[in-house]
């Protein structure tokens, strides 16, 4: 029974790091590509239409936080917005310079009819009030940044895959060996197994990211993890399970078909993400009787605690834009 344990925590350990190492190359993937800030603006386009979106995208502000997103790169667009941020901005993009006019004038304005018949739905849910309509406008924003964050994880669960299953093949890690290896020779297991106990252990949990989630990384902040992913990936499990193209290459047909199926395992394997390895790892292992299975406790996120206070002020009570860019606060269209 301990044998077989061990031999699953080693099979998720490897897997673990394995998948800390592909999503350290997608994480450079995404930096690289800014894959993460034109989603945001393609998302905005859907919601906006092309012309306000243009607007949206060209408004000081927006722009501003662009150029602090990345200031020594060209592409320049910040990979996520607050609600209340989305919400200023309509209002100021809505507002004709140097008119003083209603929200529903405001709103039949807008030459985008989808555009035009989501604020018209909002504002009447609304009853006519200023604060309640900010209030639907920023959680329509939420409700649109949700779903449109569900597509972007199963898009990276995809280059997951693939970089999981290319990576795979480049380095001849199938989880077919690892297992056969495992399974074969006790003290490399036993190896395994006390370096996956030390590295739970250790502050090195805190390279395990989501996949899509926490705060992405700059590519040379993407680059240096990576370096240290893999330097960690070749000392503790490549070199002592004999992964790479060294040793154990296929010499019958029925090999290679082994090893093709490895490799296909470990890429699913991947797309579940290293939190998934590292939480099983943990639970593995306390189950075993080593290291604690510990975890860090889920928090309520800032914005579901914003959301239980409603605003003082409606950005939308706000004086018609300028010539020099200025707004003024606390006037009502109505």
Do not use: C
Request: glycine share 8%; proline share 3%; charged share 20%.
């Amino acid at each position: 029974m301990l044998a077989i344990l061990s031999i699953i925590i080693g099979l998720v350990f490897v897997l673990l790091l394995f998948s800390m190492l592909t999503s350290a190359i997608v994480e450079v993937y995404h930096a690289v590509r800014a894959s993460r800030g034109n989603h945001l603006k393609e998302t905005l386009e859907m919601m906006l239409g092309p012309g306000k979106a243009e607007k949206f995208l060209n408004h000081v502000y927006f722009k501003q936080l662009s150029a602090a997103t990345k200031p020594t790169s060209s592409e320049k667009l910040p990979v996520w917005i607050d609600k209340k941020t989305f919400s200023s901005i309509l209002a100021d993009i809505l507002t004709p310079e140097g008119k003083t006019i209603s929200i529903q004038e405001r709103i039949d304005l807008i030459e985008n009819e989808q555009l035009r018949k989501v604020l018209n739905f909002l504002w009447r849910q609304s009853g006519d009030d200023v604060r309640v309509f900010q209030a639907k406008v920023e959680h329509w924003f939420d409700e649109v940044m949700a779903r449109a964050s569900e597509w972007f994880i199963d898009s990276t669960k995809w280059r997951l895959f693939f970089f999981g299953t290319a990576l795979a093949v480049a380095m001849n890690a199938d989880t077919v060996q690892i297992y056969q290896s495992l399974s074969a020779n006790a003290n490399l297991r036993d190896e395994v197994v006390k370096a996956a106990e030390l590295f739970v252990q250790s502050g090195d949990t805190s390279l395990v990211r989501g996949n899509t989630t926490g705060q992405p990384l700059d590519t040379a902040s993407a680059k240096s993890t990576f370096k240290k992913i893999r330097v960690m990936y070749d000392q503790t499990v490549a070199s002592p399970l004999g992964l790479g193209w060294g040793q154990n290459t296929p010499i019958n047909g029925y090999e290679w078909l082994t090893k093709v199926i490895g490799w296909l395992l470990t890429g699913v394997a991947v797309t579940l993400g290293a939190p998934f390895w590292l939480d099983m790892l943990k639970k593995l292992i306390s189950i075993k009787g080593g290291a604690s299975g510990g975890g860090d406790g889920g928090s309520q996120s800032n914005a579901a605690k914003r959301d239980a206070n409603p605003p003082d002020e409606s950005v939308f009570d706000i004086k018609p834009s300028t010539q020099d860019g200025r707004t003024g606060a606390n006037e009502s269209f109505g």
